[in-house]
């Protein structure tokens, strides 16, 4: 299965994005989510979701209040949304979605957990 992420692009601060992370077939996730990484730092979690139980949630603390992960499921095949809003320059970054299907709960915000990862959405946050 394949992982497709798009909706990044240039927005200036406070302004919104909304990121889509879609799979190119029905798989069985677990457990889907979205990183980020900043030039000369590493991947940090975003948000993850777990996929039957969409109220299981899990977001970094920079971002509580701002984003929000979501999750919708059509012909069998999970598409994950990263809603962003009042963007900061620190936001800016390469956005990364992964999914697995062996994920357990206590490790979703673990990206050493997921085997499958989209190839990256650049998102510019301007000042």
């Known amino acids: 299965v394949q992982l497709q992420a798009s909706g990044g692009g240039s927005v200036w601060t406070r302004e919104s994005l909304r990121l889509s992370c879609s799979a190119s077939?029905?798989?069985?996730?677990?457990?889907m989510g979205w990183y980020r990484q900043a030039p000369g730092k590493q991947r940090e979690l975003v948000a993850s979701?777990?996929?039957?139980?969409?109220?299981?949630?899990?977001?970094a603390d920079s971002v509580k209040g701002r984003f929000t992960i979501s999750i919708s499921k059509r012909d069998g095949k999970n598409t994950i949304y990263l809603q962003m809003n009042s963007l900061k320059s620190e936001d800016t970054a390469v956005y990364y979605c992964?999914?697995?299907?062996?994920?357990?709960?206590?490790?979703?915000?673990?990206?050493?957990?997921?085997?499958?990862w989209g190839q990256g959405t650049l998102v510019t946050v301007s000042s």
């Open positions: 979701i777990r996929i039957n139980n969409s109220g299981n949630l899990n977001y």
């Open positions: 992964a999914g697995d299907s062996r994920v357990i709960s206590s490790q979703m915000a673990n990206s050493k957990q997921y085997a499958y």
């Open positions: 077939r029905s798989f069985n996730f677990a457990s």
